[in-house]
Structures are given as C-alpha cells and as structure tokens.
C-alpha cells in the first residue's frame, strides 16, 4: 500500500516536472496531480527532494539490482542507458538541483553494484585473484566514471547515440578487464613503466 | 610584477587557511598577512574565491603543464600526488567550499593533459589508432575517473599511502591502455561481450 502511494507520488512529481522547473512545485500540486489529499504527502515523504531521491532509487533498482541476477552486465548496462535516454528531461532537471540528495549519489550506489558484476565475472571466468584493496580500488574508480559519464551524456545537448554509448561504456570496461587479465597473466606483452619513487624535484610547490 | 603579487596574495590565504576556516578570510585579514594595502587586493583579484581559483591553477600547472616536456607521465603523477598530500588540508577545506570556482574544474583541466600524454604515448608506440571519437569518450572518462579518486584520496580521514596510490593510479591507466593495445590487435585471447540491441523489456520503468 505505501509503495503504491509513494509510487503514485513519484509519477506525478515526474509528470509536473516535465512541464515547469522543479522550484515551481510545491507539495500542494504535487498532490492535485496525484489526486490524493495534500496532508498525506507527509505520511510518505519529508519534502519534495525526498521523492525526487526515491524516484532515482525506485527506477535505477528496478533496471540494475532487479535485473542483474538474470542478465549479463552488457544487458543491464543498455538497459540503464535506455531509461537515462528516456528520462533525460527530467534528469536534466535533477541533475541541475544543488543540494544534498544529488541523484549521482543514487545512481552511484546502484551501478557499483554493475562494477561489482563486471569484476567478478573476469574474475572468475579467468582466475585472477585481485587483492581485496586493489579490488575496492578498482570497484570505487569505476564506479565513478561510469556516474560522470552519465551525467555527461544526460546533460548533453547532443547526446551520443544510445547504442553507440552502450557500446562505448561496455568497451572501456572490456578494455579495462583485459589489461588486468593480461598483467596478471605476466603476459611479457603487457606495457609497463617502473613505478617512480624518486624525491621530488627541488622547486616543487608546496604550502 | 603581477605574477609576483599574485602569489604573495595566494601565500597569504593558504597560510591562514592552515589556521582558519575559509569562510572567516576576508580581504583585509588575506592582506595583512601579505603585509600590503588592503585596496591593491582588487587590483588583482575580484573577491577570495579568486584567489583559490589562481591557487589551483598556478600549482598544478608547475607541476602539470610545466614537467610534461621533459619527464615522464608516471613521474608526473607521482608529483602531482606528492603535491595533494603536501597540501592535503589546503585541499580539504578548498573542496570542502561549494560555489563555482570548484577545484575539482581547474584539477581537470591539467589532468586531461596527463591523459592526453598517456594515450598519446601508447597509441604511438604500438601504433593502435583511437578513432577520434573514441580518444574523445577515452580521455574524458579517464580524466573525471582521476579527479574523482584524488577527491576521495584528499577527503579521506586514512588516505593510501602516497606510493601506494600512484601505483594504483599508474596501474589503472596500464591495464586500460594495455586492454586496448589487446583489443586492437585483435588478439583472440581478448575477452569481449557482444554488444546488446535487444529491446528493453516490458515493464521497463519510463517517464
């Protein structure tokens, strides 16, 4: 019953916002878009960036964690980019909102999970072990381009095909994967540079 | 001249910044420290965020832009590191301020040149040629996923050791170019999903 609600909530948040900025709605139009009385908006939600906060969750769950468990990562990935496309009106709106409940903070927990995915199935498939701390490493900086990216491609006023940027996302991890493989491999093929440990050079800026 | 009171103003902020929050820095505090006349402020710069602005850019520029000619880009990095950590409580607090001039854009701005000279190096020594929209997808990505794990590495309260965190980085870099010296070779070891066009499916979340 409350996930009706809010779900009820959500759909006309989203319906408003497709027709003026999100500081033209108050909760008192929220809810005569939903049809549902104004004071029972609280029993759901704090304010109006909570159901913003929700929709980010409910959407991006229902297309990445729902769907992981029985689709590869690839399928999941043009899924995902599908519904940006799709929603990218109103994400473009959200995007723009400066305040705490920024939606990369959602879509951020929701594709470390796809990352998680992509790691273990290289992993597995071709038994590297990577360290717990490298892997964390790798599972965060993933994590992160893949969100910037999004937020690139959503904002952009000429946006790279879907398919092209599903193609695009799936080999730079590919990519990515392969190096690791290869390295762990000690393939004498992989390219490397010593690491550095030499002193600064003198001059250097500091405070 | 110019540059040379420049930098006495920016000495003079990031010396109080090390005592005092940001937010209680004003002209004339930044110009007593500096030891000059409150009104040769406005001479140079518009307000406080101009300075940190100008902070930003003159030092990771000497260590960027000015060190790319002559040393190699893994050295580079681990300057630039050495750098962060040098002035890791500068750095928190000026990430910390939310307004326009976010270090995170100067940050970007030279590092895209480190990548750039990575992609650069690899593509010529083994010969692999990006499509000039691919490079594009390729630099920006790695440049937001480097900014975005110096970010973490500045805030967080138990940073990886400096050496451990270049190493990390180089190695992110490697493995990536390597994955694409591998895809390009069309090595048939290269581990690779065909890319999805299926439809979504129903019940897909849409606005």
Do not use: C
Request: charged residues 20%; without cysteine; proline residues 6%.
């Amino acid at each position: 019953m409350s996930y009706i609600v809010k779900k009820k909530i959500a759909t006309a948040t989203k319906e408003l916002m497709s027709v003026k900025p999100f500081s033209q709605l108050s909760v008192t139009t929220i809810m005569a878009e939903a049809h549902l009385r104004r004071q029972t908006f609280y029993d759901y939600f704090e304010d109006k960036y909570a159901v913003l906060a929700w929709i980010y969750n409910d959407d991006i769950q229902a297309i990445i964690k729902d769907n992981l468990d029985y689709e590869h990562w690839t399928v999941v990935l043009h899924h995902m980019l599908h519904y940006f496309q799709a929603n990218q009106a109103f994400y473009q709106k959200a995007l723009a909102i400066h305040d705490q409940n920024a939606p990369e903070q959602a879509i951020s927990e929701h594709i470390t999970q796809l990352i998680e995915r992509v790691l273990t199935e290289f992993s597995h498939k071709e038994n590297v072990k990577l360290s717990p701390a490298y892997r964390d490493f790798l599972q965060k900086i993933l994590t992160a381009s893949l969100v910037s990216e999004l937020r690139q491609w959503i904002m952009s006023p000429t946006p790279r095909p879907l398919d092209l940027e599903t193609k695009y996302l799936q080999t730079f991890l590919e990519d990515m994967t392969n190096g690791v493989v290869l390295r762990h491999q000690h393939d004498p093929r992989y390219l490397h540079q010593p690491f550095p440990h030499a002193n600064p050079p003198t001059g250097f800026p500091n405070q």
